[in-house]
């Protein structure tokens, strides 16, 4: 798979997952006790919250919210490794910004789910729209290219 379609793939990945988050935040309260709640060690209590996330701890509106949002990590950071081959030289900067926000998407829905603050749930529909855009930008800049891989 070329790099211009696999940057496709996660931007409809990242509306699926827009879809997703707007259903968790209208329609799904996320308790104040639950594993990891409020815990005094940040990340241990993201381990925590991630089991209790993968676990149908809240419902399958979470289930889903958590697995799409760690595919999604999974694959920005796959095509920034893959972008790191000298033929994916212009993809470099899309790639590397989407995976390292994707990555604070994923840890800001985490300490959401941990402390419930409504701010670590802006940063992370903000690092959602910059994992976006910066997918969008690099399929938008490498349009003219022949093989959208250079």
């Not at 490794?81 to 990555?103: E, K, Y």
Request: with cysteine.
């Amino acid at each position: 798979m070329s790099i211009r379609r696999g940057a496709i793939v996660l931007v409809c990945g990242f509306a699926a997952q827009f879809i997703f988050g707007m259903l968790l935040n209208l329609f799904v309260t996320i308790p104040d006790v639950h594993p990891g709640a409020g815990g005094a060690n940040y990340f241990a209590a993201d381990v925590k919250a991630l089991g209790w996330g993968l676990s149908f701890g809240d419902g399958w509106a979470l289930f889903v919210h958590v697995i799409v949002a760690l595919v999604l990590t999974a694959g920005c950071a796959v095509l920034f490794i893959v972008a790191l081959r000298p033929a994916g030289r212009g993809w470099r900067w899309f790639t590397g910004v989407s995976a390292m926000t994707a990555i604070g998407a994923v840890f800001n829905g985490l300490s959401f789910i941990d402390y419930g603050h409504d701010f670590s749930s802006m940063i992370m529909a903000g690092c959602w729209l910059v994992a976006v855009g910066s997918l969008v930008a690099g399929l938008l800049r490498r349009a003219d290219s022949v093989t959208g891989d250079n």
